[in-house]
């Protein structure tokens, strides 16, 4: 029996040596559970993301599609979307960029039409009081129109893209498209009681979380300002 206890002495510190190690790799870094509206994930967030991740080569940063109407997602640290301006009061929320909408379309139908109102309307289900918002910002009654109506966001962006008709967008998703030519806003933005905002979960304060923030802060404040009506 005490010959055989000797035997396994090697063999056990081996196995606690490469379960140290393992320990260690799985450690290594921080995971980070972040969900995202998928227009904000797929036009702002995820085009920037090899910056954060450079910077930030420790945090493991794993993105979840968030439902247009969701403020949490159960298992994630935080979530980052368009938040209402009375949620920015909450400790747990921080604005990274204000929020500016208003109409863009392609130059080629801006001069095909006599009103850039005129246009088939391009309707975002997951946004679909855009307009109206819009409408009321900017103190203007809209007369009736065709309307075509997309799932999300960025898919009433790509539709105005390829020439569809006019939307009302955010200006931090659009204005890369606006200062390329490939979108005009004739009309500006107005800003909206909104903000795009990263609300952190209750209780889910840490390294990663805070260094994410940061992030978001810091590449938010290099927005540049929309133009104005």
Known sequence: MCRRTEALGPLTRAFDEIATAVGGVRTEGDDLRVAVNASLS??????????????RPEVRLHLEELAPTATA?????????????????????????PNHVGPVLTPALAERLADPLGGPRLVADSHPLGWAIWAELAGVELAPASERRFAHLHFAMDAALAGLGVAI?????????????????????????????LLAAPGAEGRALNRFRAWLVEEGAKTPEPPRP
């Open 42 to 55: 797929v036009k702002w967030l995820i085009p920037r993301l090899p910056g954060f991740t450079a910077r």
């Open 73 to 97: 997602f159960r298992g994630a640290q935080a979530v980052v979307r368009i938040v209402p301006s009375g949620r920015l009061a909450d400790p747990l929320a921080t604005a990274f960029i």
């Open 169 to 197: 967008l955010p200006w931090p998703l659009v204005h890369e498209e606006v200062a390329a030519g490939r979108l005009v806003a004739p009309l500006g933005f107005r800003r909206a009681e909104s903000a795009f905002a």
